[in-house]
């Protein structure tokens, strides 16, 4: 997603109907089928890996492009945390504030199924803009989460790998996002 906003951006272009139409249920569902198409209409890796490099992502690394390749991507929490403060928050980065909007919009509307992760043991009346990804025995949630009203949010993002079953990462990835949420938005409970 952020490569293709600054794919738009860099063409002093808005973002076109195909793109939306592939970037809406890749980060809303989690659906593989777009990221592939979007991927590929790029560049696959070497494309990926210049998008890594504006963003600063030092501690990521892109696989070959044999299919499915994309998923197998490495990174850590610390690149996902920095790109998340790029893309949302605007710390600094590439994007402009419009694309930064696109952004924020995609990753607060995420559908039910897909709002596990990050989302456990913040307050209801908090913003959250997620992603999740899974694979085999991976499970991570990112995300930034913001309180109403004026305010810096926070950036978390909870990388995990060894899980027998998806449910079982899940439960792991939001016990530890309860601890983070009840220490960062100061709940109770």
């Known amino acids: 997603m952020a490569g293709t906003l600054l794919e738009a951006q860099n063409e002093a272009r808005p ?3 195909r793109e939306m139409g592939l970037m809406l249920p890749m980060i809303t569902e989690s659906a593989n089928a777009p990221v592939r198409s979007l991927w590929r209409s790029f560049g696959a890796s070497p494309w990926f890996r210049e998008q890594g490099d504006a963003f600063g992502l030092r501690e ?3 696989t070959g492009d044999d299919g499915s390749a994309w998923g197998g ?8 945390v920095n790109l ?18 696109v952004a924020l919009d995609l990753m607060t509307s995420v559908i039910p199924e897909q709002a596990w992760g990050v989302t456990a043991g ?34 978390v993002a909870i990388l995990t790998r060894g899980w027998s079953n998806h449910a079982a990462g899940i439960a792991a990835v939001e016990r530890i996002n309860e601890v983070i949420a009840k220490t960062m938005t100061k709940t109770t409970g």
């Open 60 to 62: 990521t690394r892109v």
């Open 15 to 17: 973002i076109t109907e």
């Open 122 to 155: 913040v307050p209801a009346n908090w913003m959250v803009a997620q992603k999740n990804g899974f694979a085999g025995r991976t499970i991570n949630s990112v995300g930034w989460v913001d309180e109403p009203g004026p305010s810096n949010g926070y950036v």
């Open 84 to 101: 998340l403060r790029q893309v949302l928050v605007g710390d600094w980065g590439p994007l402009e504030p419009e694309y930064r909007a």
């Open 73 to 80: 991507t490495r990174t850590s929490a610390l690149d996902q």
